[in-house]
């Protein structure tokens, strides 16, 4: 059974920063950051291949995000910069067999029990 445990988050002020980490028990081919809001769908934040750290950001994280990971370490961190009141939210790491490294929740088959992240107006 693969596990996925998440730490870092906490309550934070508009344009501080946090930074997530994520450890697996198993290296996957990709990673990911999601996150979900109350009362919305989970929504795609980063990824990054693990084989040669290629990254993919959603329009809301470029610029302010950064994904990276630490093979030796299984370990992935979400470095958030400049946060917003409505970046509130669970956020979970995901691991996926696919190189692919699309946004859509199906293709990951490993799920973390997320973080809360608070940011505080």
């Known amino acids: 059974q693969v596990q996925l445990i998440e730490s870092g988050g906490g309550l934070v002020q508009e344009g501080d920063s946090l930074r997530l980490s994520c450890t697996t028990s198993?290296?996957?081919?990709?990673m990911a950051w999601f996150r979900q809001a109350p009362g919305k769908e989970r929504e795609f934040v980063a990824a990054v291949r693990l084989r040669d750290g290629t990254t993919n950001y959603s329009d809301s994280a470029k610029g302010r995000f950064r994904i990276s990971r630490d093979i030796a370490r299984r370990a992935l961190y979400l470095q958030m910069n400049t946060l917003k009141f409505e970046d509130t939210a669970v956020y979970y790491c995901a691991g996926s067999e696919s190189m692919l490294l699309f946004g859509n929740i199906s293709l990951y088959d490993y799920w973390g029990q997320g973080t809360q992240v608070t940011v505080s107006s």
């Open positions: 198993k290296r996957t081919a990709s």
